[in-house]
């Protein structure tokens, strides 16, 4: 789904074990695990660099990044709101 230059895939998760990890990993604060998440899901978005890659995470600011993953757990929220 496509809004604001972003673009989120969620296709491949068809079970709930990516949505269960997640949410652990943003509980958890652990941003790596969560960087190699949005790398699978996050297609577009508004910034330089490949969102397709953890390495196009790297060079985000902290508010870039921030900016991805509440964009990310938008749609994640959004397969119960549907």
Same mark, same amino acid.
């Given at each position: 789904?496509?809004?604001?230059?972003?673009?989120?895939?969620?296709?491949?998760?068809?079970?709930?074990?990516?949505?269960?990890?997640?949410?652990? *990993?943003?509980?958890?604060?652990?941003?790596?695990?969560?960087?190699?998440?949005?790398?699978?899901?996050?297609? *577009?978005? $508004?910034?330089?660099?490949? $969102?397709?890659?953890? *390495?196009g995470y790297d060079n985000l600011t902290p508010a870039q990044f921030?900016?991805?993953?509440?964009?990310?757990?938008?749609?994640?929220?959004?397969?119960?709101?549907?």
């Amino acid at each position: 789904m496509e809004t604001n230059g972003w673009t989120v895939n969620l296709d491949g998760w068809t079970t709930m074990k990516p949505v269960l990890e997640w949410t652990d *990993a943003a509980k958890g604060g652990d941003l790596g695990r969560l960087r190699g998440m949005m790398a699978e899901i996050i297609v *577009a978005w $508004p910034f330089e660099g490949d $969102p397709q890659t953890e *390495a196009g995470y790297d060079n985000l600011t902290p508010a870039q990044f921030k900016e991805a993953m509440l964009e990310a757990g938008k749609h994640v929220g959004n397969l119960f709101r549907g």
